[in-house]
């Protein structure tokens, strides 16, 4: 395991403050999608929707940041559910990076003046074609990435007791409780960013006292 050194402890800190902050930025300037291709590409021609999107795709990096380091947490004391739920939340974060792009190209459909309902169109065809594969693979390794992850957490007590039920109440509200109603989506970004704040602390306090300019191997790491 590579030494925790304090330059990846500020990283891992990072991760865990700036992810949670994108994805509350992204549900309070997410506008009302509807139904059909139509009313998104409708929707897609707002300045707020344009918020939302840019930093719902930029969060997939710091969120992917936070997964390591809460899998590095756990590699000691829950070795199989660190390597499986890191895995799993990796493919999640690829699978939103991918399918957040193609959110790219909705807002530039949107700002067109012309070739509305060829843009329509092409939407509709993205939405039933193997493209869909990628937004699958980021919802489901979204979630049970943190469920595994979060099973490591609370089984091998490390950080907070409350941090993994409070990953458990994240998932419900944001993956079940969105579909019931429209204040779901802030509620689940309040969850994450409480327990993702609660292990700042860990990640700080963890340590092998390593001295970068002493670790011989440092120039190779970096």
Not at 162 to 171: C, D, K, M, Q
Request: aromatic letters at 8%; one cysteine or more.
């Amino acid at each position: 395991m590579l030494p925790v050194t304090p330059s990846r402890r500020l990283a891992a800190q990072a991760g865990l403050v700036a992810a949670p902050a994108l994805f509350i930025v992204s549900a309070i300037t997410q506008p009302d999608l509807g139904d059909s291709a139509g009313d998104r590409l409708d929707a897609a021609g707002s300045t707020s929707a344009a918020v939302s999107s840019v930093t719902f795709l930029v969060g997939q990096l710091p969120l992917l940041v936070a997964f390591l380091a809460i899998g590095l947490l756990l590699v000691e004391r829950a070795p199989k559910l660190s390597a499986w739920g890191t895995a799993l939340a990796v493919v999640g974060c690829f699978g939103h990076a991918v399918f957040g792009g193609m959110s790219m190209l909705e807002l530039l459909m949107a700002r067109s003046e012309t070739g509305r309902s060829t843009h329509v169109a092409l939407i509709e065809r993205a939405e039933s074609s193997p493209v869909m594969a990628f937004a699958a693979a980021g919802l489901l390794g979204t979630v049970l990435g943190f469920l595994v992850l979060s099973i490591g957490l609370f089984r091998s007590r490390t950080g907070p007791v409350w941090v993994g039920p409070v990953l458990w109440a994240f998932l419900v509200v944001e993956f079940v409780g969105s579909n019931l109603s429209e204040y779901a989506m802030y509620a689940s970004s309040l969850l994450l960013a409480i327990a993702f704040l609660g292990l700042v602390p860990v990640v700080a306090g963890r340590s092998d006292d390593v001295d970068e300019t002493d670790d011989p191997s440092y120039a190779l790491q970096m």
